[in-house]
């Protein structure tokens, strides 16, 4: 054979060989990473209004990342999530407490399995309205002196438990109006729970809950208000009021310095709240969550520099089986964006801070067993 025709047969089966190879290829690569959806993947969440503000950044987020993942979240409060999301009518829950052992056993029955995710923390601003004190002070309170107040036994701003704390600060001889929320809130039981760690006397006469009989609603002097930003609204709204909300809502608010366990007047920041969050231990999102304690480790904290009202938020969400495919991949895809990407400064809103990469990592590895393997 002519050796320029050989060469060229060469050539030529060479080539052949090589297109079957790169076809062979594109066809593996298509059955290995699957094709995102043609057609938009919603997940729908209510509940927590702790978390809100960061849930809808994040939904924003990773849109840009998945142009076919969309999150929808509606708020509502932890109680609503919590109902919601065992009645089956979101696909995932915002909560700032874990579900009750009864609750997660029957969310474990209904779908296989149940995650509780920390998401973000957060603290718990105690928010007034004084219009005779000066701009940019924070009025010291304690722990004890704040739970006197709410159970009635200070009624003026001028008292002078409230002088004593406030050197050189002319305060005014107006009754203190109290809001507080009026749905039924993991706010408000993170906050209840505080005052019942610093108050025996509020710890056995009212106690702890996502809904709570307030002292000063029988006093006349308590206000009911719908979420985060119901209270912040009503507080800024009414004169010589104070309230709780979660510190991304204190804008155009006083913000209360609270004095903490290692005797420093603190007030809520993304430093003080990461402060108090180094007590906050790893967990297994699918284990139990309500049987740590985890509220009672990191409220009133004896680190220095800690604000004492500090908590988790969570998401709630079923075992990926108990999800269509398509949701499945999606509700991994977005808890996996929120413990990595999520996490950096540049995704945070104002008022939350970031979860211990300890702790990030310990999730992430969770999520890597359970999710699909075709997840993001």
């Not at 809100?52 to 999530?81: D, F, N, S």
């Not at 507080?180 to 505080?194: C, K, M, P």
């Not at 005052?195 to 006093?219: C, F, I, N, Y």
């Not at 991949?329 to 945070?348: D, H, I, N, P, W």
């Amino acid at each position: 054979m002519n050796t320029r025709l050989l060469i060229a047969a060469i050539a030529a089966a060479a080539l052949a060989a090589l297109l079957v190879l790169i076809f062979l290829g594109q066809l593996g690569a298509r059955e290995l990473s699957p094709q995102p959806p043609q057609t938009p993947v919603v997940l729908l969440g209510s509940g927590a209004t702790f978390p809100m503000e960061q849930i809808l950044a994040w939904a924003l987020q990773v849109k840009r990342i998945y142009p076919w993942l969309v999150v929808e979240y509606g708020g509502g409060g932890t109680g609503k999530g919590q109902s919601d999301f065992l009645q089956g009518v979101v696909d995932f829950a915002g909560s700032d407490v874990p579900l009750k052992t009864a609750d997660w056993e029957r969310a474990k029955s209904l779908y296989g399995g149940v995650l509780q995710v920390p998401i973000i923390l957060g603290g718990v601003a105690v928010v007034y309205n004084i219009p005779e004190l000066p701009p940019g002070y924070s009025l010291k309170l304690t722990g004890e002196v704040l739970a006197d107040i709410l159970l009635g036994k200070i009624e003026y701003w001028d008292d002078p438990r409230l002088a004593e704390l406030n050197p050189g600060v002319v305060l005014p001889h107006e009754r203190i109006v109290f809001v507080h929320r009026s749905d039924s809130s993991g706010t408000t039981e993170v906050f209840t729970t505080y005052l019942s760690k610093v108050s025996s006397e509020w710890r056995s006469k009212v106690g702890s809950g996502k809904t709570v009989s307030w002292p000063l609603d029988a006093l006349g002097r308590g206000v009911g208000a719908q979420g985060n930003p119901g209270v912040a609204q009503a507080v800024r709204g009414t004169p010589y009021s104070i309230g709780y909300v979660e510190l991304a809502y204190i804008r155009g608010l006083g913000v209360a310095a609270l004095r903490n366990r290692s005797g420093e007047f603190v007030v809520p920041s993304r430093e003080s709240v990461s402060k108090a969050a180094e007590a906050l231990p790893l967990v297994n999102p699918l284990e139990d969550l309500s049987k740590l304690n985890i509220l009672i480790i990191l409220l009133d904290s004896e680190k220095p520099g800690a604000y004492p009202i500090v908590s988790p938020s969570y998401l709630l969400v079923k075992a990926p089986s108990a999800y269509t495919p398509e949701k499945a991949r999606a509700m991994c895809a977005f808890l996996k964006y929120v413990l990595t990407e999520g996490q950096e400064e540049e995704s945070l809103v104002e008022g939350y801070a970031p979860l211990p990469r300890s702790l990030r990592e310990t999730l992430l590895s969770t999520l890597e067993k359970v999710c699909p393997s075709s997840s993001p």
